[in-house]
Every structure is written in structure tokens, then in C-alpha cells.
């Protein structure tokens, strides 16, 4: 699993050039049941088998692992793969997660509430990820009662959940906007739509890499399709503004472009150390070279999973050291990138 | 001790020197609230995430509440409305049904809306049921055994032994 990126990471989805990916997610509890932070260890462990057995059941070449059985590092892992939230990698509270093969279904079991169902697709395809989600929630709502009331919906254990339980976002890379200052407006936009948009890596606003991530807020007295065609209405508008912009440098300020571009290649093939913040700050000028093909030597596929593979734990995992100092890690780092950059 | 100079009351904490158009200057003393109203200084942010607005909500004193409604307490998992309030979560989803009035409210200011309007979920088939039962059902056995009720707890234990067999009977069936 350390070598490689998600598999649904290594295919580029539509407007792939400025949308990394879409996310539906859902959040469910079982019926007659406390909620996680009511219940008690036992119950919760009890709940963990029972459900990661029932989701094994269902998703096909699943795979099972109880955050019990799991190190630190390993849990980290799974977080820089997103297949957990920080929040569950962090807990110690009995759970588990069942996830699909190539990783683009993910079932928290325990975190805030006691489901939390997620499908990632590539690209800008929000209809596709709420399709398959949504057939997923169906199946494991036959198999397990959950709780819901007509009046309310589904019931969550946050009252920000309520509802639909539905929180969809979508992943963008937006050097364009961040290089020429205007995040803030988009930011604003956003928010004017009830929507929230922050940083993907890193936390509130900043973004690494310049990911950011827009979502829904809202999972209350609206329907799941009105809510995703909130975020669908300004996507369309977030990757014109940002190809407009990567045009505009380009028309007006080419040599200067290129040559950024092409010193952050440069330092990833030859540095020998090299932080996280640097290198997804190189990694994401390479991404935007690549698109705007004044860059070869390295797939797109490749660099997306870049992105994942030398996060610190990866790290850590690939050499099966639980501690590593921070110079080690930045050593690890920089010549798994060389490799990467060289191998062609 | 200088007064604030809008209301009159308050000590002035902020001393504001201000220059005119003509050049020649002069103080202002306010104390903080009117230099809030009177937009001299920003008012606290207003909530740009759910999340942040769900704290605002929780954190508002409970003057708006009233002590029956505070007082409500389900049934099943033993959380009063206040609890609630102060963690911001729910203990069991019978709370929903316990607070719904007071809810409604809370949901309008989230959401901006009181009433689902998304997918509706039927209860599962017997299958799901009888899952949820059995879970249930060990559940309250361990809740008996700890309140040291072991009569009850073994009438429950013959249930999910009941519960059980008919499970594996029919999962032979289906094989």
C-alpha cells in the first residue's frame, strides 16, 4: 500500500486540470442505539465487530482494519490517505474501517457518529461519487436499522449533521488564484453560498500545495440532489476563473512562469533534504507545469500520488520506524522523490 | 477615571485621538461596547463555518431557555436538555423525539430549516431488525448485569439465545 497512491488516484476524472476529486459522504447511526460519545467501551467494541463484519459483507474486495490493532504511524497512514479522518486516527475509542480495494469507498465505524459512509471519484464528477454512495447507504440500511425520524431525518449525533447526513465537497488545485492573490474573493463566494471553503492540507484557510476544498454546510431541509447542485453550480465557475487566471500568467508572464516551474523541478530531482511544506509547494508548481504542458518527465498520475506518499507517515511506514527524527524524514523524503524523478 | 462620552456610564477604556480635517486633534474616550456600536472597533466575527455557529449557539446563555425545557431528560440514555447544550452532542436518537420543540429552533438557525427534506429511510427488512434487535437486546443485558439484576438478566439472555438460534437456522436454510 506504501509504494503506490489510492488506485482511483492514478486516474485523471474530468476537468482533472484544476478538479483533484469529489466526495460524497453520509452520516448514519444505528437504531435504539447511544450514540458514540454516550455509549460505552464495550458497546462500542461490540458495535465495531458487528458492523465492520456487515460492511465486509457488502463491499466488494473489502478490507478490514480495527484502530485497536493499529500503531500510531499506521493510523497516520490511513489519514494521509484519507480513508480516516484526523479526528478517528487520534481517538481511542473502539472503531474500525472498512474500505474498498482500490480506496474509493471508505467506512468510518465509530468516529462521531457510528457510520460514516465516503466514496471519492477522480475529477469533477460529484453525481457519479453521490450515485455510489448512495447505493452503498441503501445496502447497509437493509442489512442495519438506522436511526431516523420523518420529521428530522437521519439522526446524528451533531446537530450539524442532521438530516441528510450528506456532506459533499470537492478538491481543487488553484495555483492560479492563490499566485495572483485572489483566494479571499473565493473564499467570500463560497461563503456567500452556504458553502465552506479552507485549505485541504493544513489548517483553516492556509492551503499546502494549494488544495483547497469546497463543501456543503447545510444537511438540513433540503434534498440531497439540491445540496450537491449547490456545490456543482460553482464549481463550473471556480475552474474557469482559475484556467483564466493560469492563461493570463502565462500570456503575460511566461519566461518568469516557466522558470518557476522548472527550478521546482529541478529541486525535487536533485535536493537530499527536504520538508513536507516544500516539497507539496514543489509538487504543486510541477502539477500546474504539467497541466499547462510546459513541463514533461513525469506523469500527472504520478505527481497526484507524490502528493500522498511523502507525507510523514508514509514515510515513516515505508522505513518501519515508529520514531524518525525530523532531519531523517527530510532526508527519507527527498530521495524518494529523486528516485521518483529519475526513474525515467 | 474618564468616562466613556456616549453613554455616560461606562469607565472609557478606549482613548481614540482623532485628527481632524483641519489639522487639530482631539481624544475620544469610549468605553468598549459603544465603541462597538458605534462600529469604532469590529464586532465579534460572526460564524463562518456550521461548526462555528453550532458553538455560538451552544455558548449563548441558557436565558433563552426555559427550566422546564432545561430540565427534559431522555428517558433511554439519561442526558438532560442542558447536557446537551454543553456538549453539543446528543447521547441517544431518542433526545430528537425528548427535545423536539427546542430543537425546532436550533435546527431554523443551523440549517435554516426544521424538517427533513431528503431521502426517505423504511425501516429495514427483518433481517435489519432482528440485527438491531439482538444488539439491542445485549445491550441491555449488560446494563442488567451491571445493575446487578440477574433475574431479568437471565430472561434476556434466553431472548438472544431465541434470537440466535432462529438466526442460524435461517442462515442454514438459506445455504
Request: glycine share 6%; with cysteine; net charge negative.
Amino acid at each position: 500500500m506504501l509504494d503506490k497512491g489510492s488506485k482511483w488516484l492514478t486516474q485523471e476524472g474530468p476537468e482533472s486540470d484544476v478538479v483533484v476529486s469529489s466526495r460524497v459522504r453520509l452520516a448514519r447511526n444505528v437504531a435504539n442505539f447511544p450514540f458514540v460519545t454516550y455509549a460505552e467501551a464495550s458497546q462500542l467494541e461490540e458495535l465495531q465487530a458487528y458492523l465492520g463484519e456487515r460492511l465486509l459483507s457488502i463491499i466488494k474486495d473489502g478490507i478490514y482494519l480495527k484502530m485497536d490493532d493499529l500503531s500510531s504511524v499506521e493510523k497516520r497512514v490511513l489519514m494521509e490517505r484519507n480513508l480516516i479522518s484526523r479526528e478517528l486516527s487520534e481517538s481511542s475509542i473502539p472503531s474500525c474501517v472498512v474500505f474498498s480495494e482500490d480506496e474509493s469507498v471508505a467506512v468510518m465505524v465509530n468516529e462521531e457518529d457510528h457510520l460514516r459512509i465516503q466514496v471519492v471519484v477522480e475529477g469533477f464528477s460529484l453525481n457519479e461519487a453521490y450515485k455510489r454512495v448512495s447505493e452503498l447507504d441503501e445496502r447497509i440500511g437493509e442489512e442495519i436499522e438506522y436511526a431516523f425520524s420523518e420529521r428530522f431525518g437521519f439522526l446524528t449525533a451533531c446537530p450539524t449533521n442532521v438530516g441528510t447526513g450528506l456532506r459533499a465537497s470537492v478538491m481543487l488545485h488553484l495555483p492560479g488564484l492563490v499566485m495572483t492573490r485572489q483566494m479571499p474573493k473565493v473564499f467570500e463566494t463560497a461563503f456567500r453560498l452556504g458553502l465552506a471553503a479552507r485549505g485541504f492540507h493544513g489548517e483553516g484557510t492556509n492551503a499546502l500545495g494549494d488544495f483547497y476544498q469546497v463543501s456543503n454546510q447545510r444537511s438540513l431541509g433540503r434534498s440531497e440532489v439540491s445540496l450537491i447542485d449547490d456545490i456543482q453550480s460553482i464549481i463550473p465557475q471556480l475552474i474557469r476563473y482559475e484556467r483564466s487566471v493560469r492563461e493570463a500568467l502565462v500570456e503575460q508572464t511566461r519566461k518568469k512562469l516557466e522558470d518557476r516551474i522548472w527550478r521546482a523541478y529541478g529541486l525535487l530531482s536533485s535536493c537530499r533534504l527536504i520538508s513536507t511544506e516544500e516539497a507539496l509547494d514543489m509538487l504543486s508548481l510541477v502539477r500546474l507545469g504539467l497541466n499547462l504542458r510546459m513541463l514533461d518527465g513525469v506523469s500527472i498520475s504520478e505527481v497526484s500520488q507524490l502528493f500522498v506518499l511523502v507525507q510523514p507517515a508514509h514515510l515513516q511506514r515505508r522505513r518501519g520506524r515508529e520514531e524518525m527524527s525530523e532531519e531523517t524524514r527530510d532526508a527519507e523524503r527527498a530521495d524518494f522523490i529523486r528516485r521518483f524523478f529519475t526513474r525515467n | 477615571m474618564i468616562l466613556c462620552e456616549v453613554c455616560k456610564k461606562r469607565v472609557a477604556t478606549l482613548h481614540i485621538t482623532e485628527i481632524m480635517a483641519d489639522g487639530m486633534k482631539r481624544m475620544v474616550h469610549l468605553c468598549e461596547e459603544c465603541a462597538r456600536s458605534e462600529g469604532v472597533i469590529e464586532a465579534k466575527q460572526a460564524p463562518h463555518t456550521l461548526q462555528q455557529l453550532l458553538q455560538q449557539i451552544m455558548e449563548q446563555q441558557m436565558g433563552d431557555v426555559s427550566e422546564e425545557t432545561r430540565k427534559l431528560k431522555c428517558p433511554e440514555c439519561g442526558i438532560t436538555y442542558e447536557e446537551f447544550r454543553k456538549r453539543g452532542r446528543f447521547g441517544c436518537p431518542n433526545d430528537y423525539r425528548v427535545f423536539e420543540g427546542a430543537l425546532i429552533g436550533m435546527f431554523e438557525r443551523l440549517h435554516g430549516a426544521s424538517k427533513h427534506q431528503g431521502r426517505q429511510y423504511k425501516k429495514g427488512g427483518k433481517g435489519a431488525s432482528k440485527a438491531s434487535k439482538l444488539l439491542n437486546l445485549r445491550q441491555k443485558l449488560a446494563d442488567a448485569v451491571r445493575r446487578e439484576e440477574y433475574e431479568n438478566a437471565a430472561k434476556i439472555r434466553d431472548e438472544i439465545k431465541k434470537l440466535q438460534e432462529e438466526e442460524e437456522n435461517e442462515s442454514e436454510r438459506r445455504e
